[in-house]
């Protein structure tokens, strides 16, 4: 059962050769979620073998061009590609005003819909749901309505072990209770622990994308203890004022929200162009936030 | 005096992780003329270490995706690199009525102007002219108003040897006719031809860009005898069925309009994604017209 982030885009707005701008794809079990949609994205997606079909879900976090300029060449390869299932996109209002002409010239009668899903970015909201996942809005800091998206893998039922049912002759109603995570009384009144009766396959994986925003302080809290934060840190210390003019993030800022919000892993992303090489970056977050790794075009993070 | 062809993209609509969609940068002795803007463009430019400051005229042929859709970044692009001088795109109507309010959303305030230049892709017509480079439309025959362009370098006025003005003893006015091209006439009669005044420093250079279409039966008698003909080859003969439905041209259209037009060199490119390596197009074309090269992402031609 897969919960895997590849990221296929950590570059900031101006566009560098090594890496393409936002884009990351989560696949929760075989199911495939998309989070911002910048130019050449099909490319990557190509590049890294990630199938269109499967991608049903598009997460976009505002409206800036790097992170949307890939959209329309996304509805256009669905269509060429022979896409009949519709394709959801989960954005501030404006997308639709904006985009929706300009898919209409270039992408003329489809064969499946683009559902809109309006989200407001200043809100905490439950935006998708279904049995596996459900996506929180994250309102972020940012110079436009911007939000991250936090995606929050449901348990699974646990299985029963074969070898407890016999012991203590559990009925169907004794296996829906102890599914349900309820303990099993014996007859004689003795207490069996839950957790001996049944096997865990694994504890629900959650994994945050914030991006673009300064410092978020209400951003913690909602983030707390999760196994994956990918936060932008667009600059070094060595810009703090750009920083601030341009409402994004430094290392520090990033070190402070993983801190804050006690999450397992950090990954730094969406680097300025300045930053040829972005180990400088990494090594100024792990002062504030050791188990940090850097975004990388092309990496996939198994969690 | 460069004159050189530098190819950006060379695959047709849907994407590949091998090559990026059509455009070619033309530097005309250090100006540069943008043709076509397929996604990923700027990504293009960046990687081959291309200038964004000196393109100052973008020509489109015609409002496909994979033709376009590099636009909107290149915009938000000059505008972030802080520039101040106006950007030239010529293009159907339909391109300034589509894309303005999508510029105007994401790239706003700018310190340029976007100016339009309508051109009507049916027609053969002068659309761009300087001191040194015409641009001419070259009406194709494609699924949507497709147009070439033919870039036509202008003759530079030759240089006088000094050691005849000296030995002829030209005035201020002989120079002038010679610098026109007239021969010299001495007070004795003695006819002395321009070529021995002067020295030619090079021979105009010629070089069209013909993408999308199907064979175009008008086309060879406009680009008669010029130096490099790039002619889409979207398909090669196993797929000549889908290139008649598709309006684009086979291996074998290809290598016939150059024959026909008798130009010296022909590239192809625009190619399939099924075509993982195109050289088989290449051998094919090479049975109509030898003289011919494989468009290749990076590639540039001097001419």
Not at 67 to 88: A, C, K, N, T
Not at 241 to 262: C, F, I, L, M, P
């Amino acid at each position: 059962m897969n919960f895997d982030i590849t990221v296929l885009g950590s570059n900031s707005a101006l566009p560098t050769a090594q890496r393409f701008s936002s884009c990351h794809i989560l696949n929760v079990r075989n199911k495939l979620f998309m989070v911002d949609c910048g130019e050449g994205t099909q490319i990557q997606l190509r590049k890294y073998k990630i199938s269109f079909a499967k991608i049903n879900h598009i997460f976009i976090s505002h409206l800036h061009g790097d992170h949307v300029f890939g959209l329309p060449g996304m509805i256009s390869s669905f269509d060429l590609l022979g896409r009949d299932h519709d394709v959801h996109i989960y954005a501030h209002a404006d997308l639709k005003r904006i985009m929706d002409p300009y898919f209409a010239f270039f992408a003329r009668q489809l064969n499946f819909k683009i559902v809109y899903h309006d989200i407001n970015p200043s809100k905490h909201a439950l935006v998708y749901n279904d049995r596996s996942l459900e996506v929180w809005t994250l309102p972020l800091n940012h110079s436009t309505p911007t939000c991250g998206f936090l995606f929050k893998e449901k348990p699974v039922s646990p299985n029963i072990r074969r070898d407890m049912v016999d012991f203590y002759k559990l009925g169907i109603k004794d296996i829906k209770l102890v599914k349900e995570g309820k303990d099993f009384v014996t007859p004689d009144g003795e207490i069996v622990a839950n957790s001996r009766l049944t096997t865990q396959l694994h504890v629900p994986r959650s994994y945050a994308y914030c991006s673009d925003t300064a410092y978020a302080p209400l951003l913690p809290q909602l983030i707390k203890g999760i196994d994956l934060l990918y936060h932008e840190a667009t600059f070094g210390l060595d810009l703090e004022k750009r920083a601030v003019q341009t409402k994004h993030s430094t290392t520090a800022d990033a070190a402070r929200v993983a801190t804050e919000a006690g999450v397992k892993q950090l990954m730094i992303g969406h680097f300025s162009a300045r930053y040829n090489k972005p180990e400088t970056l990494l090594i100024e977050t792990k002062q504030g936030f050791e188990n940090t790794i850097l975004a990388e075009d092309g990496l996939t993070l198994k969690l």
